[in-house]
C-alpha cells in the first residue's frame, strides 16, 4: 500500500511543472438530435417515429418502473393506434451489459426491426445505442469498444425519465462485458438519438439517492469539460458555471419538493446540455475521473453519479496545485466561495470542500469507504489501475496526464 509520503511526492512533483498556456480552441459542435420538452410530450412520439422512418421498432427498457408508472402501456398503445409494429425487449440494468445487447440484436435481426425506442435513462439509451451499432455489422459489437470505428447505426428515439447521463443527447455509449467486467466508452455521432422526448413530471417518482447521483452526474460531465488548460473561454465557461450552479440549487429543492416541476425540468434540461458538448465549445474534456469511476462501477456494481462523487476530490486536490486559477474560479463562481487573494491555493481546496460538503447535503459519499461499506483493498485497487490503465498502455485526462501510478495514488486518496 501507498504511503501518504509517497503519495504527496508526486502530488509536489506535478506542482513544479510549469503551467502552461493554451488559447480557446477552434471546434466543430453538432447537437442533432430533436428535442420534445414539456408536459404530455410524449404524445407526440408516434409522429416522431414516423417523421424518422420507423416502421417497425424495439421498445428497450429497464426493469419494472416503466411498467408500474403507466408509461409503457401508453406507449404501446400510441404505438398500436398508429399501426406502428414493435416488439420488446426490457431488463436492461445500471451499467448495461453486454450480454443484453447481443441478445438486442438478435431479436431485432429476427423481427426486422428498423428503430429503436429507448425508454429510460441513460443504460437504456445506452443499451439502444450498442444494439444499434450491431445490427448491421457482421463482426462482434464489442470490437466498437476495442478501437473500431463503427460505420452504420440503426436510428434511435427516446423517452427520458432519469435525467443524469447525458446520452439522449451525446455521442457516448458505455458499455460493460459480462464475463470480465470490463467496462468501456464508444464515441460516434452515428449513435445520437433521433429524438429525446423529455416530459419533467416523469421524473417526480424518482428515489432521492438516484435523483442525487443524477444530478451529480450532470455536473461532472460539466465539471470535466469545464477544469481544462484553456484560458479565454469566458462565454462557454459562463455557461458551464450558470448549469453547475442551477442544477446544485435544484438538486436541493427536489429532494425537499420532489414534484417541484420547475427544478426537476431545470435538472432535466441541464443533463442534456451537460453533454451535448455545448459545455466544452473552445475548449477539451478531461474525463479523467469518469475513466477511473468506470471501475469502480464494474468492480463494485455502484450507481455512476455515487462514484463520481466518491473519486473526485481526490482527483481535483492531485491536479490543483498546477491549476490553482481554474480552481479558484471554481471555488468563487460555482461553489460561493470568498475568494482570498492572498491564499489562492487555500481558496482552491475550500471550493473543493465545498462541493463535498454538498455531495453529503444531498446523500452523496465522498470517498470509497462510504460507497461501498468497507475500506478497498490494495489487490482490488491494483485489478482497477490495470484495467483502467489496460496494463499501463493508455493515459487518461488532459489538464494533467495521469498514468498508471497517478492513478493508484489516487485510488489510494479516495480510499
Not at 420488446?88 to 426491426?113: H, M
Request: glycine fraction near 8%; aromatic fraction near 8%; hydrophobic fraction near 40%.
Amino acid at each position: 500500500m501507498l504511503s501518504l509520503n509517497q503519495i504527496f511526492r508526486t502530488f509536489v512533483t506535478i506542482k513544479e511543472k510549469p503551467t502552461e498556456t493554451i488559447i480557446m480552441k477552434d471546434f466543430n459542435f453538432y447537437s442533432p438530435t430533436e428535442v420534445v420538452f414539456g408536459r404530455q410530450s410524449e404524445e407526440q412520439l408516434a409522429q416522431l417515429i414516423k417523421k424518422y422512418g420507423g416502421t417497425k421498432v424495439l421498445v428497450h427498457y429497464g426493469g419494472g418502473s416503466a411498467r408500474r408508472s403507466g408509461l409503457l402501456d401508453k406507449v404501446e398503445k400510441m404505438l398500436k393506434e398508429a399501426e406502428i409494429a414493435y416488439v420488446e425487449l426490457g431488463g436492461v440494468v445500471p451499467n448495461p451489459l453486454l450480454s443484453k445487447v447481443n441478445e438486442g440484436i438478435k431479436l431485432c435481426r429476427d423481427e426486422g426491426v428498423d428503430f429503436i425506442l429507448a425508454v429510460g435513462g441513460g443504460s437504456v439509451i445506452d443499451s439502444s445505442k450498442a444494439i444499434g451499432y450491431g445490427i448491421p455489422y457482421d463482426g462482434d459489437v464489442w470490437d466498437f469498444w476495442c478501437g473500431k470505428v463503427p460505420l452504420a447505426c440503426v436510428p434511435i428515439g427516446c423517452i427520458l425519465t432519469i435525467p443524469a447521463a447525458g446520452s439522449e443527447m451525446s455521442d457516448s455509449c458505455v458499455i460493460t462485458r459480462d464475463e470480465d467486467l470490463n467496462k468501456r466508452g464508444c464515441n460516434s455521432n452515428l449513435c445520437r438519438c433521433k429524438f429525446a422526448i423529455m416530459n419533467p413530471e416523469r421524473t417526480f417518482t424518482l428515489p432521492p439517492y438516484q435523483t442525487a447521483a443524477g444530478a451529480t452526474d450532470i455536473m461532472m460531465h460539466t465539471m470535466e469539460r469545464y477544469f481544462c488548460r484553456i484560458d479565454d473561454m469566458t462565454l462557454t465557461d459562463a455557461i458551464s458555471e450558470a448549469l453547475m450552479r442551477t442544477v446544485k440549487d435544484s438538486a436541493l429543492a427536489v429532494l425537499k419538493n420532489p414534484e417541484d416541476y420547475r427544478n426537476r425540468a431545470q435538472i432535466m434540461w441541464a443533463g442534456s446540455l451537460s453533454h451535448n458538448n455545448l459545455t466544452e465549445c473552445g475548449g477539451e474534456k478531461d474525463f479523467a475521473t469518469h475513466r477511473l469511476e468506470h471501475e469502480l462501477s464494474a468492480l463494485f456494481g455502484v450507481t455512476h453519479g455515487a462514484g463520481l462523487a466518491a473519486i473526485w476530490g481526490s482527483w481535483a486536490r492531485y491536479v490543483m496545485p498546477k491549476h490553482v486559477s481554474r480552481f479558484v474560479q471554481f471555488a468563487v463562481n460555482v461553489m460561493g466561495v470568498t475568494n482570498d487573494f492572498s491564499d489562492p491555493e487555500g481558496t482552491a481546496l475550500r471550493g473543493i470542500e465545498a462541493i463535498e460538503t454538498f455531495y453529503r447535503q444531498i446523500g452523496m459519499p465522498t470517498n470509497i469507504r462510504e460507497l461501498i461499506g468497507r475500506e478497498i483493498s490494495e489487490e482490488e485497487i491494483d485489478i482497477m489501475v490495470r484495467k483502467c490503465s489496460r496494463d499501463d498502455t493508455i493515459v487518461l485526462g488532459s489538464i494533467e496526464k495521469i498514468h498508471s501510478a497517478d492513478m493508484k495514488a489516487i485510488y489510494y486518496m479516495a480510499r
